[in-house]
């Protein structure tokens, strides 16, 4: 739940009081025009700093020195810190239509990159990137969706890119009270759960569009209540149903989309282990994911975390990577918090 002031206060990044972006972009410029570059200073005030308030010292910076900040950011510092840098000073939107680029260009499409994205952002994120998607790369982001995928997975994602979930939200709850939470018709769900039933465990052959039509328009309280009702109904977990009907990245998908549902934070903490366990790390995913939910509820991802593996995020990073790469991921995931 958004706190007053329009920032989220499960997030580790908050807004910085008394903020000024022209000083901001002032400080900018002298920790890259001295004496080498004070990484240091750069990461002390992107990390402090909302993505809000970073998109203003952009403004301010190509206001004053007719540059492009993260043009001469890009000049001075190099490998992943780089990529956390420009991925911090970028809208949200272009960050996404970079990470949907990149999954889907070069051999072979990393399907888990494009259902993270499209099965965890808002409407109003995916219109965003899907506009910034048009913008940077000439070509509309439904038609590299179609080129680059196939079949069910392919109609999964277009569904998901029509942004329309339902967002409703149940303004009065039960005994009375205001609340922000999203509105849940009881008897839709009880039909949404014996149509799921009747696509899948109850016919020979299973109909995917009746799936993909409930898991993309339904809000996520309400998709939790019918995986509440499929159980009731058919004592088998929804995650178990699918595993037994579907195949391939259909299948991949939709789990996601059941993962997340159910626990958004454990969803997150589940693939930020999964960027460092095993050989070598995935930078990509590490960085988008630190980025993308610093705002959001990296507060519950770390809870969630320690409780899933034992460990605190704070130490998996720490053990994982080095240098100012390590510091500017420990600052935006709240080393303080943990230390």
Known sequence: MAAKGGFNARGTVRPCPGFNAYHDAE?????????????DAIIELLTSRTN??????????????????????????????ESVVEGLLLTPGKFDAKELKDAMEGAGTDEHVLIEIFGTR???Q????????QSENGMSLKEDLQSENSGDFENLLLSLLKGKRDESLAKVDARGKQNESYHVDESLAKVDARGLFAAGEDKWGTDETKFITVFCRRNFAHLRRV????????????????????SGSLEMGLLA??????????????????????????DRGLIRIIISRSEID???????????????????????VGGDYRKILLRLCGLDDDE
């Open 257 to 282: 989309l059941v993962q997340y549902t159910k626990n958004p934070a454990g969803f997150f903490a589940k693939k930020l282990y999964e960027t460092m366990s095993g050989a070598g790390t995935d």
């Open 227 to 246: 995986f509440e009702e499929y159980y009731q109904l058919t004592n088998k977990d929804i995650e178990d149903s699918i595993k037994d009907e579907m």
């Open 126 to 133: 995916i219109l965003e990137f899907a506009e910034a998607y």
């Open 298 to 320: 990296m507060v519950d991802i770390k809870t969630e975390f320690l409780k899933l593996y034992g460990k605190t995020l704070y130490s998996f990073i720490h053990d994982d």
């Open 52 to 81: 809000a308030q970073r998109q203003k010292i952009v403004e301010a910076f190509r206001s004053s020195y007719d540059q492009s900040l993260i043009e001469e950011m890009k000049s001075e510092l190099g490998g992943d810190f």
């Open 122 to 124: 808002s409407n109003k």
């Open 27 to 39: 400080n900018l410029r002298s920790a890259m025009k001295g004496l080498g570059t004070d990484e």
